[in-house]
Structures are given as C-alpha cells and as structure tokens.
C-alpha cells in the first residue's frame, strides 16, 4: 500500500475530508478531488458508476454513471486500475482509473490510488449512510413520504429563511378510504395507501412537501400558486389496483383544513390552525375550509360550550321548545318537532353554538336522550292533566348508529315514562356514510317492530337519498327547505317546481308520508297542496314555542291563514 509520502494528495484528500463535513453534494466534491490529482498521477481518465436499488427510503433509487475526468489523452489500450465494491444496501460501485498516454504508472502510485479510492469510497458510503439515516428519521415507512419530524423540520427551515409567507399548509384525510377494504384485504388496502401517498407526492415540487400524520391523515406545504390545482388534485386523485381476479380505480376526495403561514409566530400554531380547519370542514360536512381568527373564536367558543356541559345537564340549563306541525287540509296541529335550547346564566345560546361541539365531542348523543326523557315526561304529565297529545319527533345525532342499543336505549326511555310508542317520532338524518347506511336501515326497521315511527330528515341534502329511500322503511320524508319552491322576488322556475312535484309522487308511490319545513311564507301554501304534501312545519304557522306556549297550542289546535 502506498505511504502517502505526496503533500499534494495528503493535502487534497484532507481538504476533501474537511469538506465533507460541512456538506451532502459528496459528488461535486470527489470530481474536484480528482482533477486536482490528475496530473500529479498521470490519470487520463476517470469512469465512475454507483448503482443502489430503490427502496421506500430511495423510491428513485441512485444510479451515477459518468466520467469524473478526461484528459482527451487516454487510449483503451492504455493500462487501467478497476476497482469494484459492494454497496450495504444491495448496490454495487466501479472505479476504472486509465493512465494517459505516453505514461506508467509506478507501483507507489499504484497503491496510492488504490488507498486514494477506498478512502473516498469510505467517506462517500459513510455520507450516504448519514443521509439515509436522517432519512430514516424523517420518512413515514410505509408509505415514503415523509413522517411528522420530516415534515416540520422542512417547514422549519423555510420559516428561518422567510420563504414561508406565499405557502399554505393542509391538513386532509382521504374520503372514505375505508371502502379500499371492503374490496381488498387489509394487506392490499396497504399497498393503495401506498400508491395513493405517492401519487399525492408527484403532485408537489420545489419547496413543497407532503407528509403521512399516520392512517389515511395527510398534511401538505403548498405554494398559493399551486394551491387551487393542488386541492383539484387530491379531489380528483385515480388510483388503480390489481389483486387477485379484482382490479378496481379508485377516485379519491379529501376533506381538508388551510392554513395560510402568514403571520405564524412559531412552527407550533401550523398544525393548531390547518387541523381546527379540518375538524370543521369534517363535522360540517364540507369539502375544503379555510382558517381565518373568525372561525378560531368560533371554535373557542364551541369549546367552552363542551366544558360546561355536564354541569349544564345535572342543572337542568338545557330546555326543550315545541314547533308545531300542521296539517293543510284541516289547519289543524298533527304533530310537533322537539328542538333543545340552552339557557345559560340567563343568556340563551343558540344551537348553532353548541350543538356541532357536542356533535365533535361525543356528548351530544347524551343530549338527545335527555331531550328524549324532558319530552316524555312532558307527554305522560299532558295525559295525566286529559289533554290530548300529539307525536312528538325528536332529533337524534348520526352518532347513535355507533352504539349498540340505541333502539333498546329509546325504548327504555319510552317505557319507564309510561309512554304509549305511538307518540314517539324518530329523526334521523341522511348519512353519506354507505357503512352507516346500512346500520341506519337496521336501526329503522328495530324501530317499526316496537311501533315506533322514523323520519329521515332534510331529505336531499345528503348522498344517498334515494338508495335509503328505497330500501329503509321509513314512515316520513321531511323535505329540505332549499326543494321548496320559493314565492319572493324571483319567478319560481318550472324546472323547481317540477322537480319537487316529482320528489312527492316518489315519496307517495313508496307509501311514505311527507313533511315540507322551513316554509315562512303564505303563497307557498298552494305549491305544497298541488304536490299533495299535506303537512307543514314552519313560521308560516308558528315560530319553536315553550312548553307553556305549546301546551295553549293544544287546547286552541286550529289556525287560520
């Protein structure tokens, strides 16, 4: 081996060591190493090839195949030094070293280059080594992007340069991903996210980065002029798979959180503005929804809302108003909707404050039993004073279709106050859910075996209307205000009007009844009748009432238009 007695390469090789350190661009560096050393060694020319393999740390791979140096002066017959290594990670790396022509090389020249090249190859595997560590450290495993730590490392460095303020970070989570595996394996349903993460990363570039949260949660740093596309993509995002004799393509949506990065403070307040985003456009049912102060104050004052909660049921703070509903062949009251009000240190709190935090927090299942009780108690003290009830409906969240005995729950309820089930209406509301779907019909139909009746609510509005119309056996269909033909300023078109005239002759074809709320004004009256929708509710007729207020309703049932 050589004795590296020669100053220049001890020289050029420590200043190549030194410059190592300070950077990851190994590649530059060792083809400026050899040109320094060129002619000292009589080196000709200089073929370099790495190949690695691609892994889910390197999805591209590294494959370097190129001359490092070239005098123009070295001949293939020329003697040549191959030097050949084997790669940790299944790669391979080939040296060739050519002397140029005219010249030899001495054996001390020989061992130098030999010792020269094993040295380089050290310090470039240990380089790459490093790097695939730090890579290891901030890439999500299974799926190749990065993980939580790359991602918030990336978004720090811009934040410390000031090259944050024109990009937008997301936090998404893809619609329904749980569809993959009622079709494919869990195992298979892997290999999608899989391809999905990585379809989603093709779509970014420069600066931007998109990261894996864990499951199918995803967040993005994306430049405004990018963003609008962006959001286009990941709504419209195909992605194929084959296993087996199955082969299916997948169209993927997200719901979504945006947050701009203008004013950030600390890389802390990202994820805390792009996530409350999300939770809204979730609960809301929205696709895309962007931060702003207005809704953070929102969501602060849902939050206080949720911890006031229990002392606000054990106090009785939560009250149950009555709206009537009314039959138009008779003006006369046939029923009535339960709606809950919070009364709060004398301040009444509109539901819109409070009921999508319980929604959120999981305590709104326990508010509509409590609504359940108050308007049985109500009706059993109306038997007992020989007033003449009517059906009260009562509203319950589509959180109940997780539990296991919601009808047996209702039903306990129901019994204990001495309640006939007659007088009882269950309102449901349409799931875009197919799972919770399915779960709904069961809970319908558990619910017509005791005798109690179901209506879907906003009927419409949701996804999957006319499947559950079809297949659940509900009693009532409550049409969505926005299908009621409207008599203000505008001319109704004949296209709504048709349209609704349509949407009742289905519902009385399927033997179901229907309900028009939301109606406010006296001209829509006639619209509803010509439909054959014979029942109301809304200001037309009267506004929630209290308890005082409904039980004069019940004595006087008769109104006038």
Known sequence: MGSFKNNLLSKELRCFMESMKNTDEWYPLQKQLIDKLADEYSIGKYTFRLQIPRSTL?????????????????????ECIHIHYDTEDHGHCDNDIRVRNGMNWTQEQKDDLRLLVDLIHIIISRNIISQLLKKNLSTDMMTGVSNQLGFFTHVG?????????????????VSNFKYVNKIFSHQEGDVVLVKYSQAVRSRVSGDEIVGRMGGDNFVALIHKDHLEDFLYQINHLEVFHEAGDIRKKFVFQATTGVASMEN??????????????????????????????????KIEQQQEAVIHFVDALKNHEFVVYYQPKVCLDNLEICGAEALVRWFRNGVLIPPLQFIPAFESAGNVCELDYYVLEEVCRKLAQWKEEGKDPVTISVNFSRKHLDE?????????????????????????????????????TEVVKGFKTRGIMCSIDDFGTGYSSLNMLKNTPFDIVKIDRSFIPQTDS????????????GMMEMIQEMGMNSIAEGVEQKEQIQYLKDAKCYMVQGYVFDMPLTEEDFEQRLVHRKYEL
């Open 157 to 173: 460095e811009m934040m410390s340069k000031g090259l944050v303020k024109d990009y937008y970070t997301l936090f998404f989570n």
């Open 490 to 501: 505008r001319e109704t078109t004949k296209k709504e009007v048709a349209l609704f005239h």
């Open 264 to 297: 950030l403070n600390d890389s802390s307040e990202i994820m805390h503005r792009c996530s409350m985003a999300y939770q809204v456009a979730r609960r809301t049912g929205q696709r895309t929804v962007y931060y702003s102060k207005e809704l953070s104050a």
């Open 58 to 78: 390197r999805p591209q791979g590294i494959l370097i195949d190129d001359i490092l140096y070239d005098s123009g002066a070295a001949d293939e017959g020329n």
């Open 404 to 440: 296991d005995c919601f009808v047996d729950k209702v039903m306990e309820i129901i019994q204990r106050n001495g309640i006939e089930p007659k007088y009882i209406e269950v309102e449901l509301t349409e799931s875009k859910d197919f799972q919770d779907y399915l779960i709904m």
